[in-house]
């Protein structure tokens, strides 16, 4: 197995600098995940009975001023019925406090890759298997192929559609080693060629099960697992007083 960073497909140019951008990016992604409602302050995802349709205002009434409550839907896997649920957000949360900061490997244009992108008509979907669902999967609409060579083996990745964008899950040896151990996340970029993408693994970043166990997560399917290490990206959260081991 190889160490190696693949050779772009292709050079990256950027006139206010790459790693500048990538430092910009890096601030923001800190800056979101400590939000009132970001990541880090979901403290709680509630799912109501079948037919019960949620009510913020109850649900938030005696909460600290620092909740917010929002709802949320999915779709029960065994019935295919649609399920309502209540998510509660604390900008005072403990992981808050004592989040420090994400690990990552150090910017590398190497890690900068141009994809084909074939596009594949009609709502495709494909079944991914999700964090909390005791091996269940929904299926997700992946609307095209991306294939791209890395270390001389070719690659047919699967990224769903995420309100719009490109979203891949990815796996890689790193996982459980020196990166969250379910994998990571990538927004895929178009191109003005509507047949080519740019997968830029230094904006690979820790999903966001890795910050909150109140979030289920999809995985990476077979086909998004990498034979060599992506050392690129995110690395871990880091928690002081040992708060990322109670979390």
Known sequence: ???????PAGPAEDPAGPGEEWNAWRAERQRTLSAPTGNLALVETRWLPAGEEPDVDAAKAGQPDTVTVTTLRRVDLVTGAPEHGLRFWDADSAAIRHFEGVEAFPYDPAWVLEAAYSPVPGARRIA??????NGGT??????GDITLTVDGREYTLSAF?????????FGDPTNGD?????????FVRRTDDDNRVVLDF????VPPCGFSDQYNCPMPPRQNRFHLPVQAGEKRPVFRDGFLAQH
């Open 128 to 133: 991914f298997e999700h964090l909390r669902d």
């Open 1 to 7: 197995m190889s160490n190696a960073a693949p050779t």
């Open 202 to 205: 230094n904006r690979a970043f």
């Open 161 to 169: 559609d995420d309100d719009g964008t490109l979203l891949l899950v």
């Open 178 to 186: 020196t990166t969250y151990g379910a994998g990571r996340f990538l």
């Open 138 to 143: 929904r299926d997700l609409v992946v609307p």
